[in-house]
Every structure is written in structure tokens, then in C-alpha cells.
């Protein structure tokens, strides 16, 4: 935990949400008022994440239109500057560590890896013949985390209790709708720096098991796809694809610049 509190580390955490922008959260702070303070904010953040009384905000709670579907929307939990700093100062000591368990076929939020690849990883597989192609897409996954599976496998990892106590805060810190405080016994607000992170914990145990069934699967986020060589691979693959799974079929050499169903993410 001292590590997470490190003066540096809070520093480092402070440039890092700068430089990322953003809007701020429920106390309505901005980025440029958090500057003009930023010294004493990161000696109150020091302090309280040494002597254990550090309590994060609610979320914000911030609706942006989902793309290609028209009337539906996607929640984002905005958590305020401050919370932003020591989530980024939770990430910057964490993620070392589990980016040694993270699969292969993981790309969303890491470090060198992007959904260009996923992509291009994708598109090889379909030229070599796997042209059929399951999607599936976990409805609702950051609103429906389970917070005891996540904290069990984020155990497995992290030995200081003080960590742990500390997600935990982050998770259960509540949302603003409204003006309305709304509890959270389960989720991880997209929006949130961590929340990525935890996604990856959550999904690597899938992302595992698909692979010791030698489907050929390409995950970001999410958003999951298993290449497969017939249809009867397909279907076997959708049992296990999600509540939001189907199955296409792609053409042979396909363009990568195509627009067709089989293209992921663009």
C-alpha cells in the first residue's frame, strides 16, 4: 500500500488524469481548479490513503448516445478529479502485476496492444480459413460485475489488505443520478481509471477456458470473437459466447477496410 501512496506515485497518478482531460464529478470540481491546488490536494490524498480514511465520492452518472443504436444509451460513472488521482495511483502499482496473468487473446486496455491488432489477428484467421465468425457482446458487463467473484480473484494477486479494502471503496462508493444517491452492490462504473483493470481480472478466467478448448478467440473489452473453420464449430462456440452471441459467416479474403458483419470494432 505504501507504494500506492508514494508521493511520486500521486504525482506521477495527478499528470497522467491531466493529461487524459475529462470533465469532473459529483463535487464539480475541474481539472484547471484541482491545478491550482494540486500540491495540497496530493498531500490530503497522501495522507488519507496512509492512515486508511480515504472515501471516494459517488460516480457521476453521465449518459452518451450508443453508436448505431439509435434511442439507446451507454452509463458512464465520472468519478471526481480527486478519485481519478488515486484510482490512477491504485493502476499505476497493480497493473504490472496482473499484465503478467492477462491471455493473448486479451487486447482492450493494454499497453501495446490496441484494436488495430485485434483486428489484423481477426482478419489472419479468417484468410487462413476460419470463416465463420461467433460475436458475442456481455450485456451490461461493467453495470453487472459481481463485486465477490472480483474481489476473489483480485486476492489471488494482491496479499495487502489495505489494497483490497481500498477497490472495495471504489466499488461500493455509490452513484449520483439526479442528485440521487444510488447504492452499487455490484458493477465497476464505466468511466472509472480502475475499471478496465478489474474487467480484465474478471475476464481472464474465460478467456483461459476458451483457449484450453482451442477455440481461436479475440477479446477487447467486452466484445468477444472466436474464429471457426465450419458451422458446426459455430455453434458449438456460441453455447459459450454470451447472453448477446450469433454467428456469421465472412467471404474469403476479406478486405480489411470492409464494413461487413464479421468486422469487429471499426
Same mark, same amino acid.
Given at each position: 500500500?505504501?507504494?500506492?501512496?508514494?508521493?511520486?506515485?500521486?504525482?506521477?497518478?495527478?499528470?497522467?488524469?491531466?493529461?487524459?482531460?475529462?470533465?469532473?464529478?459529483?463535487?464539480?470540481?475541474?481539472?484547471?481548479?484541482?491545478?491550482?491546488?494540486?500540491?495540497?490536494?496530493?498531500?490530503?490524498?497522501?495522507?488519507?490513503?496512509?492512515?486508511?480514511?480515504?472515501?471516494?465520492?459517488?460516480?457521476?452518472?453521465?449518459?452518451? $448516445?450508443?453508436? /448505431?443504436?439509435?434511442?439507446?444509451?451507454? @452509463?458512464?460513472?465520472?468519478? &471526481?478529479?480527486? !478519485? %481519478?488521482?488515486?484510482?490512477?495511483?491504485?493502476?499505476?502499482?497493480?497493473?504490472?502485476?496482473?499484465?503478467?496473468?492477462?491471455?493473448?487473446?486479451?487486447?482492450?486496455?493494454?499497453?501495446?496492444?490496441?484494436?488495430?491488432?485485434?483486428?489484423?489477428?481477426?482478419?489472419?484467421?479468417?484468410?487462413?480459413?476460419?470463416?465463420?465468425?461467433?460475436?458475442?457482446?456481455?450485456?451490461?458487463?461493467?453495470?453487472?460485475?459481481?463485486?465477490?467473484?472480483?474481489?476473489?480473484?483480485?486476492?489471488?494477486?494482491?496479499?495487502?489488505?489495505?489494497?483490497?479494502?481500498?477497490?472495495?471503496?471504489?466499488?461500493?462508493?455509490?452513484?449520483?443520478?439526479?442528485?440521487?444517491?444510488?447504492?452499487?452492490?455490484?458493477?465497476? $462504473?464505466?468511466? /472509472?481509471?480502475?475499471?478496465?483493470?478489474? @474487467?480484465?481480472?474478471?475476464? &481472464?478466467?474465460? !478467456? %483461459?477456458?476458451?483457449?484450453?478448448?482451442?477455440?481461436?478467440?479475440?477479446?477487447?473489452?467486452?466484445?468477444?470473437?472466436?474464429?471457426?473453420?465450419?458451422?458446426?464449430?459455430?455453434?458449438?462456440?456460441?453455447?459459450?459466447?454470451?447472453?448477446?452471441?450469433?454467428?456469421?459467416?465472412?467471404?474469403?479474403?476479406?478486405?480489411?477496410?470492409?464494413?461487413?458483419?464479421?468486422?469487429?470494432?471499426?
Amino acid at each position: 500500500m505504501d507504494k500506492v501512496y508514494k508521493r511520486k506515485n500521486l504525482e506521477l497518478a495527478w499528470e497522467r488524469v491531466r493529461r487524459n482531460k475529462g470533465g469532473g464529478g459529483v463535487d464539480g470540481q475541474s481539472l484547471e481548479e484541482f491545478k491550482e491546488s494540486a500540491d495540497e490536494h496530493l498531500d490530503r490524498l497522501h495522507e488519507e490513503l496512509k492512515t486508511d480514511t480515504y472515501a471516494p465520492q459517488p460516480v457521476r452518472q453521465h449518459l452518451i $448516445p450508443k453508436a /448505431g443504436q439509435p434511442g439507446k444509451f451507454r @452509463s458512464l460513472g465520472i468519478p &471526481t478529479i480527486y !478519485d %481519478r488521482v488515486c484510482q490512477q495511483a491504485l493502476l499505476n502499482r497493480q497493473e504490472p502485476i496482473f499484465e503478467l496473468v492477462f491471455d493473448e487473446a486479451n487486447f482492450g486496455y493494454r499497453k501495446g496492444r490496441s484494436a488495430k491488432d485485434a483486428l489484423g489477428k481477426v482478419w489472419k484467421e479468417v484468410k487462413e480459413g476460419n470463416e465463420w465468425i461467433v460475436d458475442a457482446d456481455l450485456k451490461d458487463f461493467f453495470g453487472s460485475v459481481d463485486h465477490e467473484k472480483l474481489m476473489t480473484l483480485m486476492n489471488q494477486r494482491i496479499s495487502d489488505s489495505r489494497v483490497l479494502c481500498l477497490i472495495e471503496k471504489m466499488l461500493t462508493a455509490g452513484c449520483s443520478v439526479h442528485g440521487k444517491l444510488l447504492p452499487t452492490p455490484q458493477g465497476t $462504473p464505466q468511466g /472509472g481509471v480502475v475499471s478496465p483493470l478489474l @474487467s480484465n481480472v474478471l475476464l &481472464t478466467p474465460f !478467456d %483461459r477456458e476458451m483457449r484450453r478448448k482451442v477455440y481461436r478467440l479475440t477479446r477487447y473489452a467486452d466484445d468477444r470473437l472466436v474464429t471457426c473453420k465450419s458451422k458446426t464449430e459455430a455453434q458449438a462456440a456460441l453455447k459459450g459466447g454470451g447472453a448477446d452471441s450469433h454467428a456469421v459467416r465472412c467471404g474469403s479474403a476479406p478486405r480489411e477496410d470492409s464494413n461487413r458483419p464479421c468486422t469487429p470494432w471499426l
